[in-house]
C-alpha cells in the first residue's frame, strides 16, 4: 500500500514538473543590416561631395640676360634693353567626387552599437579655367617683343599647376568628407543606427604625396 502511494505521488510530481515547463522559443536573430547598407550606399554611384572657386593671378617678369664664359670666368650679364611684366587673372573650378560604386562592407566596420563608414578615396577634378583677358596687365619695354601665345598658354598651365599644387591647403576634402557624411548619416539612421554612433571617414589623412592619385589628371588637359 505504502509502495503504491509512493508510484502515485512520484507521478503527480513528474506532471507538475511537466507542466512547468514552458516550450522554449529560440529568439529571432539580429538582422544583419550590413549587406542592405552596402546595396543602398552603392546606389549612391558618383557622388559630388565639394565645389571650389579659385582666382589666381600668374605672374611673370623677365629681363634679357646674356650667359657665358670668358678667360674661363663665368659671367650672367642682364642687358639694358629693358624688362617685360605680365599678370594674368585666372578662375579656376575644383570639384571632388567619391564613386561608391565600388563600396563593399570591407568599407564598414561595427563595434556593437557602433559604426564606421570608411569612403573611398575622393577624385579631384579641374573641370574649368580661363584667363580674364580684358584685365591681363602687360609692361613690356619699347625694346622687347611682345609675349607670344605660346608664352600665354605656357603662363596659363603654370596657373593651373599651381593651384593644382595647393589643392591639399584649400581644405576641399575636408569639405568632401563633410558632405559625404550629411549624405549618408540619415540614410544609416533609417536603419536604425542613433546618429551618435556613426563615424564617417577617409581610410587616411591625405597629403601633397597623395595628390597624384588623388587628381584625375584627364581634367588637366580640358
Not at 559604426?115 to 579641374?126: A, H, K, N, S, Y
Not at 611682345?146 to 598651365?157: G, L, P, Q, R
Request: hydrophobic content about 40%; charged content about 25%.
Amino acid at each position: 500500500m505504502k509502495q503504491t502511494i509512493w508510484f502515485a505521488l512520484l507521478s503527480l510530481l513528474l506532471m507538475a514538473s511537466c507542466g512547468d515547463n514552458k516550450p522554449t522559443v529560440p529568439e529571432p536573430e539580429p538582422i544583419d543590416t550590413i549587406p542592405m547598407m552596402v546595396m543602398q550606399i552603392q546606389k549612391c554611384a558618383k557622388l559630388y561631395t565639394a565645389e571650389y572657386h579659385v582666382h589666381k593671378i600668374v605672374t611673370h617678369d623677365d629681363q634679357m640676360k646674356l650667359k657665358g664664359s670668358f678667360l674661363q670666368k663665368e659671367f650672367n650679364i642682364t642687358l639694358p634693353v629693358g624688362q617685360r611684366k605680365i599678370a594674368i587673372p585666372m578662375d579656376a573650378t575644383l570639384k571632388a567626387s567619391i564613386d561608391f560604386s565600388q563600396f563593399t562592407k570591407k568599407n564598414v566596420k561595427r563595434h556593437g552599437d557602433k559604426i564606421e563608414i570608411i569612403l573611398p578615396d575622393p577624385v579631384v577634378e579641374l573641370t574649368s579655367s580661363k584667363i580674364n583677358h580684358a584685365e591681363i596687365k602687360k609692361q613690356v619695354s619699347i625694346l622687347r617683343s611682345n609675349f607670344s601665345d605660346a608664352e600665354m598658354a605656357s603662363y596659363e598651365n603654370q596657373g593651373r599647376a599651381a593651384i593644382v599644387n595647393d589643392i591639399p591647403r584649400m581644405g576641399i576634402l575636408p569639405m568632401a568628407q563633410a558632405s559625404a557624411t550629411k549624405t549618408l548619416v540619415p540614410m544609416i539612421v533609417a536603419m536604425g543606427y542613433a546618429e551618435e554612433n556613426i563615424t564617417i571617414t577617409f581610410r587616411k589623412e591625405f597629403t601633397l604625396r597623395d595628390l597624384p592619385k588623388l587628381f584625375d589628371s584627364k581634367s588637366f588637359a580640358r
